[in-house]
Nanobody, 120 residues
């Protein structure tokens, strides 16, 4: 009974910045990993960034140095600060919870996605 809701997507000029947010609702005891994937036209769904419960952070090679993920464990939210955006960042960004534990058990959850469009 977990729902993920993304926000913050939209149109941004090349070189600009955008901040995405994701909030997980429900009675959640813990989440192993909260992160972001993206799906661009003609491309596979790829990892953008992940924030682990133990504090480790991972980034996709293409965004390293430009994107920053942050997680609030108490609020079950995760943000993605995206800087120096280029056309390669055009995609639907999907929030992802891996191994979220609730009274129902442990499962993975996906948000519906938020569109990011970069214009020149």
């Amino acid at each position: 009974q977990v729902q993920l809701v993304e926000s913050g997507g939209g149109l941004v000029q090349a070189g600009g910045s955008l901040r995405l947010s994701c909030a997980a609702s429900g009675s959640i005891f813990s989440i192993a990993i909260m992160g972001w994937y993206r799906q661009a036209p003609g491309k596979e769904c790829e990892l953008v960034a992940g924030a682990h419960r133990d504090g480790r952070v991972t980034y996709g090679d293409s965004v390293m140095g430009r994107f920053t993920i942050s997680r609030d464990h108490a609020k079950n939210t995760v943000n993605l600060q995206m800087n120096s955006l280029n056309a390669g960042e055009r995609a639907v960004y999907l929030c992802y919870d891996e191994r979220a534990e609730t009274s129902e058990g442990v499962s993975d959850y996906w948000g519906q996605g938020t569109q990011v469009t970069v214009s020149s």
